[in-house]
Nanobody, 121 residues
Framework: QVQLVESGGGLVQAGGSLRLSCAAS????????MAWYRQVPGGQRDLVAH???????HYADSVRGRFTISGLNAQNSVHLSMNGLKPEDTAVYYC???????????????WGQGTQVTVSS
């Protein structure tokens, strides 16, 4: 069983900063990538940032230059440093991992429970 546990959400004023963390635990053979998504009520879950074990990163246009994804090296964890937060960044943020639990099994997607980020104006 694989678990993704997120932490670090909360309430912050516009222009402030938050750092989200996500740790993957359980039976993990290898991780292909980890990512952060976010979702507002009634909306779809959108990709925020993505990182591979080799350090390749990708960001949504709306957060590029303000958010930084890091981690996924020796530890099965990933972080999202969010600076210059705006009210439109308010959402539930979900950690995602594409991983396999055995070398002979295919990669599957796993999700954390979500953490609320609220940015006040």
């Amino acid at each position: 069983q694989v678990q993704l546990v997120e932490s670090g959400g909360g309430l912050v004023q516009a222009g402030g900063s938050l750092r989200l963390s996500c740790a993957a635990s359980g039976i993990i053979s290898s991780i292909a990538a980890m990512a952060w998504y976010r979702q507002v009520p009634g909306g779809q879950r959108d990709l925020v940032a993505h990182i591979t074990p080799g350090g390749s990163t990708h960001y949504a246009d709306s957060v590029r230059g303000r958010f930084t994804i890091s981690g996924l090296n020796a530890q099965n964890s990933v972080h999202l440093s969010m600076n210059g937060l705006k009210p439109e960044d308010t959402a539930v943020y979900y950690c995602n991992a594409l991983l396999r639990t055995s070398p002979t099994r295919p990669d599957n997607n796993y999700w954390g429970q979500g953490t609320q980020v609220t940015v006040s104006s």
